[in-house]
């Protein structure tokens, strides 16, 4: 079984009591889902640059057999 590589974000991270994950084949994705979830769940309308940056830093890859 080949492990496929995708990008997780925790938002524990930037906001510790929340459980949220997300993964995605690419950077950009997860960043998608990620800045979706900040404007929901926490009320980022407008994520800063410094707020996108320190998202971006804690993505990290994992593998995840398909
Ligand atoms: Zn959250």
């Known amino acids: 079984m080949p492990d496929v590589e995708y990008m997780l974000f925790c938002c524990r991270d930037l906001e510790p009591q929340c459980g949220f994950r997300v993964q995605a084949k690419t950077t950009e ?3 998608e889902h990620a800045r979706a979830h900040m404007a929901s769940e926490h009320g980022m309308k407008e994520i ?4 996108e940056t320190k998202m971006k830093e804690k993505i990290k890859p994992v593998k995840v057999e398909e």
Do not use: D, G, Q
């Not at 800063?48 to 707020?51: A, G, L, Q, V």
């Open 29 to 31: 994705e997860t960043m």
């Open 48 to 51: 800063s640059r410094e707020t």
